[in-house]
T-cell receptor, first 109, second 117 residues
């Protein structure tokens, strides 16, 4: 069964304290893995797409990496404005996406 | 990135009434749009796939007659919650996919907070 699991469910960091979020997936024939940021009461905002193991992408303090079984979202020296829920998703079938349950990140000043 | 606009952002309605939510792709054509529902502190649950010019494809357990979807043009899909009840209160989000060669990215609307009283 296709599945996406994210951990931890919630994470509290001090400002400047780097950490990583995990997204594990079980899908047949991965056709991309997507990371999104979601602020409370808002729709998800696209961050990255990764397609193959070993691929990395960076944006400001965020770096996403991909292996054959999981993806990591590394946050370097986070700031309070990085506080949000981070979602990963994989496409299955023709159009459908499966989303993980997300990691709620809180960065304390 | 591409822009998907969803309207309204918040709506309060009385039980038994119907509510329409619009989803527009502002700078690209979307033959397929998606409607999600999200419960507090939970992830997105796909409700249905909206196809331009044809019937929507509903996920298992989603009532077709309660959640009416119309994809009248390449830039507009609507979700109508009919005979709304308090248990329909939720956060509804639409999404549209934009094909860019190998990359196919899904862009999301701002979401609609529906409260049924």
């Amino acid at each position: 069964e296709d599945q996406v699991t994210q951990s931890p469910e919630a994470l509290r960091l001090q400002e400047g304290e780097s950490s990583s979020l995990n997204c594990s997936y079980t899908v047949s024939g991965l056709r991309g893995l997507f990371w999104y940021r979601q602020d409370p009461g808002k729709g998800p905002e696209f961050l990255f797409t990764l397609y193959s193991a070993g691929e990395e992408k960076e944006k400001e303090r965020l770096k996403a990496t991909l292996t054959k079984k999981e993806s990591f979202l590394h946050i370097t020296a986070p700031k309070p404005e990085d506080s949000a829920t981070y979602l990963c998703a994989v496409p299955v079938g023709t159009y459908k996406y499966i989303f993980g349950t997300g990691t709620r990140l809180k960065v304390l000043a | 990135g591409a822009v998907v606009s969803q309207h309204p952002s918040r709506v309060i309605c009385k039980s038994g009434t119907s509510v329409k939510i619009e989803c527009r792709s502002l700078d690209f054509q979307a033959t397929t749009m998606f409607w999600y529902r999200q419960f507090p502190k939970k992830s997105l649950m796909l409700m249905a796939t909206s196809n331009e010019g044809s019937k929507a494809t509903y996920e298992q357990g989603v009532e077709k007659d309660k959640f009416l979807i119309n994809h009248a043009s390449l830039t507009l899909s609507t979700l109508t919650v009919t005979s709304a009840h308090p248990e329909d209160s939720s956060f509804y989000i639409c999404s549209a996919r934009k094909d860019r060669g190998r990359d196919t990215e899904a862009f999301f609307g701002q979401g609609t907070r529906l409260t049924v009283v």
